[in-house]
């Protein structure tokens, strides 16, 4: 057993000393009360609250539409349920872009309306201001490069980044700049492994992956994914645990035919209720 499951609580120096004692980091999305609990007792090292609740909870089509209230909702619901794992709330589309200080207000209201213990944004160096702004107020802060999912009508389509050498020395520019400044970590998704491998290897601040191979510090998936829930969705990274969206179709079928039939409520529990 890792001496990493008696921590208490993961903080960011807990999840620096993962990367250097080589202890892989595990992180999976969270929005609500309930599926937290379970991933936090399960022991996640680190829940992040995305703003993938804009497609999974919400039905839209992007990352774009879900509003700052509506991921300080979700956070604080996240917030509510975890003991041990570190929780990190993605900055919506429009909350950080371009002024440092509306960046600033917008993780100071994560961080004192949900409880959350840091703020996750896209980018690179056209954010860097930002980020160095919401560092100063003691805000730890994630990075996010390669597939960044709130620019996907600047990408078109959602297939691997950084295939060529411009945009991949870029990326390792900007993981360099993410270090720098002061970030505590940072996820680089849908990138190529040997790309992702390298960045891993130069910086001192842990890695996650999504879709960037083994060889980084960490792996995050979104929850309804490795749970079969998001049926329609199969990339060739994900690894489905679960196949619930039948298991539940089941459940609910069974329990659609019992009203039909009457077989449920069952009729012994009601005489002895009345
Ligand atoms: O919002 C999200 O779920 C994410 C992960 C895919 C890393 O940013």
Redesign the pocket.
């Known amino acids: 057993m890792s001496k990493y499951t008696e921590v208490k609580r993961v903080t960011t120096h807990v999840l620096k000393a993962m990367k250097n004692d080589g202890e892989k980091i595990s992180m999976l999305?969270g929005y609500d009360y309930s599926m937290a609990k379970i991933i936090d007792d399960a022991g996640i090292d680190i829940i992040?609250v995305?703003?993938?609740?804009s497609n999974v909870m919400a039905g839209h089509e992007t990352?774009l539409p879900i509003t700052l209230d509506q991921m300080i909702y979700h956070a604080s619901s996240v917030v509510r349920a975890v003991k041990r794992a570190f929780v990190v709330v993605?900055l919506p589309f429009g909350s950080y872009q371009g002024d440092p200080k509306a960046a600033l207000r917008a993780s100071i209201r994560i961080m004192k309306e949900s409880g959350a213990h840091g703020v996750?944004l896209?980018g690179g160096i056209e954010i860097k201001d930002s980020i160095r702004r919401i560092l100063t107020a003691g805000i730890p802060v994630m990075g996010?490069l390669g597939l960044t999912?709130q620019s996907i009508y600047k990408f078109g389509t959602y297939v691997v980044r950084a295939k060529e050498k411009e945009e991949a020395e870029q990326l390792e520019k900007d993981a360099k700049m993410l270090e720098e400044v002061g970030c505590f970590g940072v996820?680089l998704?849908k990138i190529p492994a040997k790309l992702a491998k390298g960045v891993a290897e130069s910086v001192s601040i842990p890695v996650i992956g999504?879709g960037a191979g083994g060889d980084v510090d960490g792996q995050?998936l979104?929850v309804h994914d490795l749970l079969g829930i998001t049926k329609e969705f199969q990339p060739r990274f994900l690894r489905r645990y679960l196949e619930l969206y039948d298991d539940i179709k089941a459940a609910f079928q069974d329990y659609i035919k019992d009203v039909k039939s009457q077989d449920f409520p069952n009729r012994a529990v009601l005489v002895y209720e009345l």
Not at 50 to 53: E, I, K, L, M, V
């Open positions: 999305t992040l995305g703003d993938s609740a990352t993605d996750k896209e996010h999912p996820v998704e999504i995050v979104v």
